[in-house]
């Protein structure tokens, strides 16, 4: 199978799994939050100088996986992303080496984050993108709702706690999210700051 009709195969298997089978209660963690990520991904490995096609059909589809143990688990869903990538991916010709690679930038998005090559970096820079963008506190606010729900947070106050202490430790790791999202991220830091 070529390399762009087995990526849109996988693409597709996946987006639907998580469509039918998210549950309601996420109201970050949804498929719209897996797109959102593989195209941050795609644009900043562009920015990046990523060319090799392989390096990015791996992380294309790690992106696409790497919330996909939402399905099963809400604590260590990254290790359960990764058994559902195990047993999918050999499925669609991915061999022991490419879904080892998937694996791996998959758990390199686990809090706190630990990007171990230059394709770690970008994964994880996708991932929390949105803290250094103008859409933050909308989408900020959807995890809020999402953990509330979870029984992990309880009010705005302890969120807004949350949040400080998380932006001030977070660091992005590619010169392009650096440039691009780092200023922006330290004005929603001093907003909140401002409100506790």
């Given at each position: 199978?070529?390399a762009?009709?087995?990526?849109k ?7 639907s ?7 309601k209660?996420?109201t970050y963690h ?13 644009r900043?490995a562009r ?28 604590k260590?869903h990254e290790e359960e992303?990764?058994?559902?990538a195990?047993k999918?991916?050999p499925?669609?010709?991915?061999n022991?080496?490419?879904v080892?690679?998937i694996c791996?930038l998959?758990?390199?998005?686990k ?5 171990a ?7 994880c820079?996708?991932?929390?993108d949105?803290?250094?963008t103008p859409d933050?506190?909308t989408i900020?606010?959807?995890?809020f709702l999402?953990?509330k729900?979870?029984g ?14 998380f932006?001030?430790?977070?660091r992005?790791f ?9 200023e922006q ?10 409100m506790?």
């Amino acid at each position: 199978m070529p390399a762009q009709e087995k990526y849109k195969t996988i693409q597709s298997h996946i987006l639907s799994k998580l469509r039918n089978g998210l549950s309601k209660d996420l109201t970050y963690h949804t498929v719209q939050h897996t797109i959102d990520i593989l195209r941050n991904a795609e644009r900043i490995a562009r920015n990046e100088n990523i060319h090799n096609k392989e390096d990015l059909f791996l992380l294309k589809v790690a992106c696409l996986y790497h919330d996909s143990g939402f399905l099963v688990t809400y604590k260590g869903h990254e290790e359960e992303s990764c058994n559902l990538a195990k047993k999918d991916l050999p499925l669609f010709d991915c061999n022991k080496k490419q879904v080892g690679i998937i694996c791996g930038l998959i758990t390199a998005t686990k809090i706190p984050q630990s990007p171990a090559d230059d394709m770690g970096k970008i994964i994880c820079d996708a991932d929390l993108d949105y803290l250094g963008t103008p859409d933050f506190f909308t989408i900020s606010n959807t995890l809020f709702l999402e953990l509330k729900k979870k029984g992990v947070v309880h009010s705005k106050k302890e969120w807004d706690a949350i949040q400080v202490n998380f932006l001030k430790e977070h660091r992005y790791f590619t010169r392009t999210s650096k440039k691009l999202r780092e200023e922006q991220k330290l004005i929603h830091l001093k907003m909140i700051e401002s409100m506790i």
